[in-house]
């Protein structure tokens, strides 16, 4: 448990919008400082059936280690 919450430090929360679709629910999103990455959808958007489209102002959790890849965690309405 300990070594999860030292992975939890670790995370940054940025905002960014869809530039791409790809398959298996990966996304390249475009941060507001203009990295483009690639993210994934958590599971509890897949869960509830959370659709995101190009153009979506979306939340993404970026790790400190490798800032190319994140997880997009909510759309923005």
């Not at 030292?6 to 995370?11: E, G, R």
């Not at 919008?17 to 679709?21: A, L, S």
């Not at 939340?59 to 280690?65: D, I, P, Q, T």
């Given at each position: 448990m300990a070594y999860f919450m030292?992975?939890?430090?670790?995370?940054i929360r940025k905002k960014g919008?869809?530039?791409?679709?790809l398959p298996n629910t990966t996304f390249k999103v475009k941060l507001e400082?203009?990295?483009v990455i690639?993210?994934?959808l958590?599971?509890?958007m897949r869960q509830n059936k959370i659709k995101v489209l190009t153009g979506d102002t979306v939340?993404?959790?970026?790790?400190?280690?490798d800032k190319t890849k994140g997880r997009i965690t909510y759309r923005f309405k």
């Open positions: 030292a992975l939890k430090k670790d995370i919008v869809v530039i791409e679709n400082d203009g990295n690639w993210a994934h958590s599971g509890r939340e993404v959790e970026v790790n400190n280690c």
